[in-house]
């Protein structure tokens, strides 16, 4: 079983993909023609560049919508595909569920001809986040087990460029730091069980957290506290896109 087998039954209800960042990845991909999508969940972000998906989880491949591309069920560590397979490879706010970093790695290097795509984040700067840093350490110290640095991602693809990739004040792709100026969808559950670090931290260490930020809210401290993110479009709470070239 794998981590969305038991926690990515309710994924495509907050996870819709967010045009900004999905011109992002567009931009990142250039004019690669051929992409393989690994750690592909239920598709977000897939072009028709897209060729193959390659997905662990069968809850996730079974929310895929109609018309995606062909998906097989395997692991970035073991991708069952030839070398040089297609034009680029995109691995999407993926890398830190692997077991195996530098294998997944290696076999992303192994497949795409020219170019390797990676979304992630900078665990130095999440920290800063008022979510975790003020109501949900224990969901930052979970995520301190897991992220990984970006210059290491970097020295594993042999040199890549690093971008910022802002969070805009609406975000539709419901991931972490996707609700920073609406800072109400926390308290729902179905938001939660879309957020990675916070349904592997589970309900009842977070509950005392989640406690506080309620109470913040209906006396307005929260809303005193950060006034100036009211006045932001877009945040950077840390995420990073890492494109290798070769």
């Given at each position: ?94 890398v830190h569920h692997w077991t195996d970093l530098a294998a997944g790695i290696a076999e992303l290097r192994r497949i795409a001809r020219r170019r390797v795509v990676i979304l992630t984040w900078d665990q130095r ?33 042999g040199g890549a460029r690093v971008e910022v990739v802002p969070v805009p004040h609406d975000c539709t792709d419901g991931f972490g730091a996707a609700y920073w100026r609406r800072p109400e969808a926390y308290l ?59």
């Amino acid at each position: 079983m794998t981590v969305y087998d038991a926690i990515g039954t309710t994924y495509t209800s907050t996870r819709r993909p967010d045009p900004r960042i999905e011109a992002r990845v567009t931009a990142a991909l250039g004019d690669a023609r051929s992409v393989i999508n690994v750690g592909a969940g239920a598709g977000s972000y897939e072009t028709s560049r897209v060729v193959l998906a390659v997905e662990p989880s069968p809850v996730m491949i079974g929310q895929r919508p109609p018309g995606a591309a062909p998906a097989v069920r395997a692991r970035a560590e073991e991708i069952p595909v030839a070398d040089d397979a297609a034009d680029a490879v995109t691995a999407l706010l993926t890398v830190h569920h692997w077991t195996d970093l530098a294998a997944g790695i290696a076999e992303l290097r192994r497949i795409a001809r020219r170019r390797v795509v990676i979304l992630t984040w900078d665990q130095r700067v999440f920290r800063r986040f008022w979510l975790v840093e003020e109501y949900l350490p224990e969901a930052a110290a979970f995520d301190d087990t897991r992220a990984v640095p970006v210059e290491h991602l970097a020295g594993l693809l042999g040199g890549a460029r690093v971008e910022v990739v802002p969070v805009p004040h609406d975000c539709t792709d419901g991931f972490g730091a996707a609700y920073w100026r609406r800072p109400e969808a926390y308290l729902n559950p179905v938001v939660r069980s879309g957020i990675s670090m916070l349904a592997q931290t589970g309900e009842q260490v977070l509950r005392p957290g989640l406690a506080r930020l309620a109470a913040d809210l209906e006396s307005g401290h929260w809303q005193d506290r950060y006034r100036d993110l009211t006045g932001l479009t877009e945040f950077d709470a840390g995420y990073r896109m890492v494109v290798a070239e070769f």
